[in-house]
């Protein structure tokens, strides 16, 4: 895997994360007790031997920057590749924010030309799944592809979920013979993934096209564009995936990591996966603590009642308090006989003695950042 | 370089009366606390007290300690200028020899203190369980312009003749020395803890190397003969928790101060952090009839039995039916369904057969080892297999990596061992 690079993208603008997002970048959104979003892409770049990556950010970079660091906990601190990280380049010509991922692309192409690989792998930064690349590659050899595109059977997504993905269709050979980005009305279930295999030679030159035409969207402008000229083939990854889109599909993606099997497809096989640590000593239960169906990080002290939810590092749930149904992150801390049911609550946030809050399950609270019930 | 302080870390002990658990690994190495070793405490006393110099003297097993230790990232002593140094013994000339005892170690080692020239040094003992910041210590030397402050600690008059003791003055300065006195006139008992002016202690260290019928020990012969010798010598006063965790029994008693309510041991001190190489490990995970209670778990578990009163150590697997209580769980190991464990310590990657039942019955000592189990707490070594549905006594010990073939029986009693190869009887 010595012959290919990466390239993460971490998404635009998105409302449909509600709180959670106007402070992170999506990517940078925790998931299952002590991850961020993007860990997965990194590690199973890094678990397939790519050692030259390069992380596109556009909004609210901060989070993210502060989680990557020099790329050390992820093996990324080379002499040679590593880890690159490309927020938006705010020039004297007022070029700015990137207007588009073949924008994002084509604002770094120094980067891609500077690099000694032959490919590009390029994927989401919200993803969370556990994918070998290597294989996909392979494929991409085999087929003669121009571009290899990951896809998935969805079947286990809503229609509404679904039309907010690229979906696909492949004839017998494999090869892509329709593309329709976010389509209004449902066409098929194999959903792209966001995750494409490109010679560097070619990319260079597409996006270099897609600029001069004044155009700005991978998807739209170029590989939608191409289906006919360019030999485009899909991939067909079969394993647990979830894109992090909207609030409920967090939610979701978090409780389904209580599923031992889920567990064992993301933390178990194809290698492990990393994030930066912070130093926090064994979770501590005392004697009231009833915790079932949990993940629990390390620093928690727990003394009340925990059902079905995922706790991040460090949260406190003190006597008599209640959590069921619930995602708390780093930090969090519930007083006496505070209870929640359905509830996410960003890091931080305080609930006081005695209060309450529910939510639905396809529709929970979120607290944000530093807040006190 | 010139360094102000640097630290040199006394990290040699095999610590024979852990018996099993330091078979394969110096005493520092030991696991502790649900995932530190011995040795964090002192490591990231260093860092915290602002000692970024640290020279790590191993000898016995030096093996799992090299690991840990690598280059010191974890405790930030990754530095271009000074950092962390292992200090192996190594061949001189045609000769090579091994640390004869503590203040020889030291001795055999002064061209890396000197490197640095300091003008003081902290000698540390890798093998105790305690937080303390030694720049206060340092500046308690500077103050009473010592030559050598020790640090002590109040023990009850009843143990004291166990330890060291300094009789000092009330403002501290130490008139008299005295180990393991029969009748203590005191019950400072020293920590193993020591700053000293580095040309001073050198001038000592060789003094010392040429005598023969010396144990070349610090506490033996070192500070004997800078007492003698009228040096200014003080006491510092240490209150806080510190543990010399050198028994079975003080080892697990020591592992169970910290699943108290308020433990008089703080690992979640935001300001005085122990740091220690972390896993790569999912948080953990309790299952549908999974219960824990008053206990620490830490990441990579999957817990689908009953856990109370124990220590849980990264990666460790309870399976559905189980018991554990009073315990000690190492990282890795597996206890299978239905096993049942008590106050005993199961080693890294041990497996527990399913419906085993480990700690059972009377408490008799341990029939080769008596002075080792004899608080009756059972010891599986590190990657022994205990067998489906056998029973364990009290102060038994399982061999490191004995397997199923090395049980005589299902049934082995109070008292007795499971030899890695050995005979039955």
């Given at each position: 895997m010595k012959n290919m690079m990466g390239l993460i993208m971490t998404g635009g603008k998105n409302n449909r994360l509600k709180e959670l997002s106007t402070i992170r970048s999506i990517s940078a959104i925790p998931v299952g007790?002590?991850?961020?979003?993007?860990d997965f892409v990194l590690s199973s770049m890094v678990n397939s031997g790519i050692t030259n990556v390069g992380v596109i950010t556009q909004y609210s970079f901060r989070s993210l920057m502060d989680h990557l660091g020099s790329g050390k906990e992820w093996d990324l601190d080379r002499r040679y590749g590593g880890l690159y990280i490309f927020p938006p380049l705010l020039s004297e010509d007022g070029s700015g924010w990137y207007r588009g991922t073949a924008d994002a692309m084509h604002s770094n192409l120094t980067y891609l030309k500077r690099s000694n690989e032959e490919y590009v792998l390029i994927a989401q930064g919200n993803c969370v799944y556990k994918m070998i690349f290597d294989e996909m590659l392979q494929y991409h050899f085999g087929k003669d592809a121009d571009i290899t595109i990951a896809y998935r059977e969805m079947y286990d997504f809503q229609p509404d979920e679904l039309s907010l993905m690229g979906q696909i269709e492949v004839d017998g050979e494999g090869r892509i013979r329709d593309f329709q980005e976010k389509p209004l009305h449902f066409f098929s279930r194999k959903g792209s993934m966001g995750v494409y295999i490109i010679g560097k030679k070619l990319l260079i030159s597409l996006l270099e096209e897609c600029e001069a035409h004044g155009d700005y969207d991978f998807v739209k402008d170029v590989i939608i564009k191409k289906l006919n000229t360019l030999r485009i083939y899909g991939y067909r990854f079969e394993g647990y995936w979830r894109n992090i889109s909207t609030v409920q599909m967090y939610y979701r993606c978090n409780m389904e990591m209580l599923d031992p099997q889920v567990q064992y497809k993301l933390f178990r096989e194809k290698g492990k996966v990393f994030t930066k640590v912070k130093d926090e000593a064994p979770a501590k239960y005392n004697d009231e603590a009833e915790v079932r169906n949990s993940i629990v990080a390390d620093g928690c002290i727990i003394e009340g009642i925990v059902e079905n939810s995922v706790l991040f590092r460090g949260v406190v749930v003190q006597k008599g308090a209640v959590v069921r149904n619930s995602i708390v992150m780093q930090g969090s801390v519930l007083e006496e006989n505070a209870s929640l049911h359905y509830s996410i609550l960003d890091k931080n946030v305080t609930i006081t003695r005695g209060k309450n809050l529910k939510g639905e399950s396809n529709w929970p609270v979120i607290v944000g950042k530093n807040m006190v019930v | 370089m010139k360094k102000e302080v640097i630290a040199l870390l006394?990290?040699?002990?095999?610590?024979?009366?852990l018996g099993v658990l330091t078979k394969n690994l110096a005493k520092p190495a030991v696991l502790y606390g649900g995932k530190y070793r011995i040795i964090d405490f002192s490591l990231s006393n260093c860092i915290n007290s602002g000692i970024e110099t640290v020279g790590i003297l191993t000898q016995y097993q030096p093996l799992k300690l090299n690991s840990h230790i690598g280059i010191g990232k974890p405790w930030d002593l990754d530095r271009r200028s000074g950092g962390v140094t292992i200090l192996s013994p190594y061949l001189k000339g045609e000769a090579g020899e091994w640390y004869k005892g503590t203040a020889n170690a030291v001795y055999q080692n002064i061209n890396y203190v000197d490197k640095y020239s300091p003008s003081r040094i902290a000698v540390l003992s890798g093998d105790h369980v305690y937080k303390m910041d030694y720049s206060e210590m340092l500046e308690f030397h500077t103050r009473n312009n010592a030559q050598a402050t020790i640090s002590v600690i109040e023990v009850p008059y009843a143990e004291a003749s166990r330890y060291g003791i300094m009789n000092a003055t009330?403002?501290?300065?130490?008139?008299e020395f005295e180990e393991k006195p029969k009748n203590p006139k005191s019950n400072l008992a020293s920590m193993g803890v020591y700053i000293f002016d580095w040309e001073v202690l050198k001038e000592y260290l060789v003094k010392d190397n040429d005598k023969n019928d010396s144990d070349h020990d610090f506490g033996k012969n070192i500070i004997p003969a800078m007492l003698a010798d009228g040096k200014s010598m003080w006491a510092y006063r240490f209150s806080g928790y510190w543990k010399d965790v050198g028994t079975v029994q003080a080892y697990w008693e020591s592992n169970m101060d910290l699943i108290s309510r308020v433990p008089d041991f703080n690992l979640y001190d935001p300001a005085w952090k122990t740091y220690t190489p972390n896993p790569v490990k999912p948080a953990h995970y309790i299952g549908p009839e999974g219960s824990v209670k008053k206990s620490i778990v830490a990441e990579g578990c999957l817990i689908y039995g009953t856990v109370k009163n124990s220590v849980i150590f990264p990666g460790v697997y309870v399976d559905r039916g189980v018991t554990v209580e009073d315990s000690i769980l190492m990282s890795d190991c597996v206890v299978g369904e239905n096993a049942r464990i008590r106050r005993s310590i199961i080693g890294e990657k041990a497996v527990i057969g399913k419906g085993a039942a480990i700690g059972e019955g009377d408490n008799i000592p341990n029939e080769i080892k008596p002075d080792v189990y004899n608080s009756g707490i059972t010891v599986v070594g590190e990657r022994a297999k205990v067998p489906d549905g056998a029973v364990l006594g009290k102060n038994v010990m399982v061999d490191m990596g004995a397997g199923h073939e090395d049980f005589c029986s299902l049934c082995v009693p109070s008292g007795k061992s499971v030899l890695k190869g050995g005979v039955c009887e």
């Open positions: 007790g002590k991850y961020r979003a993007i | 006394l990290a040699g002990g095999q610590g024979s009366r009330e403002e501290g300065r130490i008139y």
